[in-house]
């Protein structure tokens, strides 16, 4: 749906005109904004399916990709205290080639010190450990229908589990094809996930991480 079109009133009644939709050239700009809008939803609706049609329905609060870029720029600029969580909608435009890391442990408030030949890492606390797989990884997102719009957010375990179907572990004994599966599966569709926002303007440290990732199915 080219919403471009609604903008412009010439461009309205020359839609209105291929489409052959009758109207009143009298009639005020926004009844025919509206004849307009009505068709090019109809055109959308036939193209989708009714898990499509709910998922539209539920997804009408969640952000956008364009909505996070535009609060983040806010926040930064008003110096805010932040720490709140919501609903985005969006495609994944890139992931990286490493999902997985090493940890001493995924407990909270446990030690998260990456794990190399069997010791952890970490200078104060340097034991030997077998370790725990989990997810961690950077993504960049892209507003759908404009890929242009993009933005970097975190993915955790939470992310990871939901998106691949699988635990960190898991996932780290897949050999390189059946990982560019599971990778080709989501990139590029519509996805759903909750967001954490965080920001200290102190140290100007802004975090975006997604968690609960689904597919909008269509």
């Not at 435009?93 to 408030?109: A, C, M, Q, R």
């Not at 390189?176 to 965080?198: C, F, H, Q, R, Y």
Request: proline residues 3%.
């Amino acid at each position: 749906m080219d919403r471009s079109i609604l903008d412009n009133q010439r461009k309205v009644k020359k839609y209105l005109e291929d489409q052959a939709i009758n109207y009143d050239p009298g009639s005020p700009p926004h009844e025919l904004r509206g004849l307009a809008k009505a068709r090019m939803k109809r055109i959308r609706d036939q193209s989708m399916t009714p898990a499509a049609k709910k998922a539209l329905i539920d997804n009408l609060s969640a952000l956008s990709v364009a909505d996070v870029n535009e609060m983040t720029a806010r926040i930064r600029s008003n110096a805010e205290t932040f720490d709140k969580h919501y609903t985005v909608t969006f495609a994944f435009e890139e992931l990286p080639s490493e999902f997985v890391k090493l940890k001493h442990t995924n407990i909270k408030g446990g030690c998260k010190g990456l794990v190399v030949n069997g010791k952890c890492t970490n200078s104060r606390c340097n034991e030997t450990t077998a370790g725990v797989y989990i997810y961690g990884f950077k993504s960049t997102i892209s507003q759908l229908l404009d890929d242009s719009i993009t933005l970097t957010v975190w993915c955790g375990d939470k992310a990871g589990i939901s998106m691949f179907g699988c635990a960190a572990s898991d996932f780290n004994d897949l050999d390189n094809n059946a990982v560019a599966d599971k990778v080709e599966s989501v990139i590029g569709v519509s996805m759903n996930a909750g967001l954490i926002v965080t920001y200290d303007p102190d140290k100007d440290d802004l975090f975006l991480c997604l968690y609960n990732v689904t597919k909008n199915n269509a």
